[in-house]
């Protein structure tokens, strides 16, 4: 098992290269300045990487993120945590990395109380392999959106725990 550790607790070159794997995968999660990569940590319930293999950003009701993905959670649920996203590079898949990253995060949400799980995958364009891995992991559909401007339609997902 990988080490799991904090993005607030990397250093400017690590954090720049999770920004860079950020970046490579943009159609799927969204381009990010180094502006709003601070904004994303800052503002996170949990924001953690194993090496720069990969990382996740979750957010809770509280954050200052204006996704209208996360707003329609905000308008649905009063307590939830929210997957923003998870990024895992092309070279370390299939090593169990978003797998390790999904349980230590549903470790910490459980041991703070919180029943709920979120996020969103693509429907269109489909996004197979992440509704496979989030079936396997429990979650299940709430929810679709069209969203227009980013010629996106999305399924909103969710697990109790």
Known sequence: MS?????????????????????AYQNETSYLSDDDWRHLISEAYDATCIGTQGFLITFDPSADYDSPNFIWFQKTYSEFVYVDRIVVATSARGQGIARQLYEHLFDVVK???????????????????????????????????????????VRYLCKSL
């Open 111 to 153: 041991r703070n109380g919180i029943e709920r799980v979120v996020c969103e995958v693509n429907l269109d364009p489909p996004n197979p392999v992440s509704d496979a891995f989030h079936a396997q992991l429990g979650f299940s559909e709430v929810g679709r959106a069209e969203l227009k401007d980013r010629s996106k339609t």
């Open 3 to 23: 080490q799991i550790e904090r993005i607030s607790d990397q250093g400017a070159s690590r954090q720049a290269d999770l920004l860079a794997l950020n970046n």
